[in-house]
């Protein structure tokens, strides 16, 4: 069934259950979330049967390929396509998805709007980041990248926490502000290729490779990499996402800092390297110093905080800064490693929101103050809560460990100085992740956690399959890996650096340096 347009319809299918769930009649509350559920079901069942059609050896830089002409005076094409990278992020927002609706199943009761509009953002927002990994023209691109912006604001705005207008209005502001950067860009590039081609296109292949003069390629990379940068999000842009974060409910948080911010570091090398790649090693080294800036400052900025969401979202930024440490490495195996991180940390951020949620839900608060001896009286949500930690601190044996250590020591070889300083964000990590977890299960139990209830079976539903998945692939991470090179690979061929020679000699089978694990 490769003729069968497998992206529109994981594209549409989201959106046009987002208007049926949009429209269910007042007092039919659990129809519409019954139907969400389905519908993130059905998206996830035809990612899974793209997937095994998908072909890892194959030459072609794009399967699943479609495209028709959309405005023809322009350029401008309805074109997707999705390699290796683009589809493990599709199927981690498929996957998350439905989880996300079942762990916010009745987080929209004391809110004022309409559950069904909860429900229906989320398939929207599906739909829309579904159309950002796989669009292969600009513009298309572009209009996706934009769009997505809505439905999250809604998400905050309309059902996030006391401050959520002030998040909401901040996360648009910060996002718009990055999108106009990026327009011009967009536009700057299109220009260019009507000099270079005699005629403008925004086809990603045909501008792949186009010859651009070294300041313009400078400057179209600045304006790229900062919309990108303020997407993932980096330090100094990423003061929007603690304040989203704290805001924000555990389900909208869960797919902001699990998918939305890998829009940007997908951004950074599914575009900015293949499409400017002298700039790209030009820019590198004031970039990989930002990365190595991120992980520790906000690592350390995590440990101060006092807020649980806040906290977890300085973490993102800290891992965040590890992923664009690896795709600046321009070496496979740090590319590579980024790549798997972005699942990993996808994956990881979301059991950590999501049982921080189930604890603020029965406390009333997201201060970690006022927790204390919920292991006691809620031994497996403590126990679970303990788990998701460990797989944000990269415990070795689940996927963050094998994504961390990938990409550092991918980055070690092209840049050992950040690498070794960025270990001191994994020393950090378990600071503050076991901080927060003696703070609030452990010590003696305060009056307002004595009538705690443990993991119910939703919320165990909800979070079992993120536990589950995170383990398999911390010990079977070689699936991912067989996607994702060859897509790093033809990145890599562009950008044009060679693998740097091992630092150690080495001998025998196995001992490539760019070899996966």
Known sequence: MTDFPWLTTLGVVPLVGALAVAFVPAGRERLAKQLALFVSLLVLALTVAMAAQFEPDSTSAFQFVEQHTWIKQ????????????????????????PVVIVASWNDAESSTHRPQTMFALFLALEGVVVFVFAATDLFLFYVAFEVMLVPVYFLIGMFGGAQRSYAAVKFLLYSLLGGLVLLVGVVALYVTSVHQLGTGTFDFTQLVGLPIATST????????????????????????LPDAAAAGTPGTNTLLVGVLDKVGTFGMIRLCLPLF????????????????????????????????????????????????????????????GSVFYMVAHGLSAAALFLTAGYLIRRRGSAQIAAFGGVARVAPVLAGVFLLAGLASLSLPGLASFVGELTTLVGSYQRWPVAAVISVIGIVLAAVYVLHMYKRVAQGPETDDVLGFSDLGLREAWAIGP???????????????????????????????????????????AGSNPGEQP
């Open 466 to 508: 993120i536990i589950v998945v995170t383990v398999v692939l911390g010990f079977f991470p070689q699936p991912v890996f067989k996607w994702v090179n060859p897509a790093v690979d033809r990145t890599l061929a562009v950008v044009g650096l060679s693998e740097p020679a091992p630092t150690v000699p080495v001998s025998g």
């Open 74 to 97: 322009f350029g401008i094409s309805y074109s997707l396509g999705v390699d290796g990278i683009a589809l493990v992020l599709i199927a981690l927002l498929a996957a998350l998805v």
């Open 217 to 240: 390629q400078r400057w179209l990379f600045v304006a790229f990499f900062f919309a990108f940068a303020v997407k993932a999000p980096m330090v100094p842009f990423h003061t929007w």
């Open 277 to 336: 790649p002298d700039a790209a090693r030009w820019a590198a080294p004031v970039v990989v110093t930002l990365a190595v800036v991120s992980v520790v400052y906000a690592a350390l900025v995590a440990i101060g905080q006092g807020d649980m969401n806040r906290l977890v979202a300085y973490t993102s930024v800290s891992h965040f800064g590890v992923i664009v440490l690896g795709v600046f490495a321009f070496t496979r195996l740090g590319d590579s």
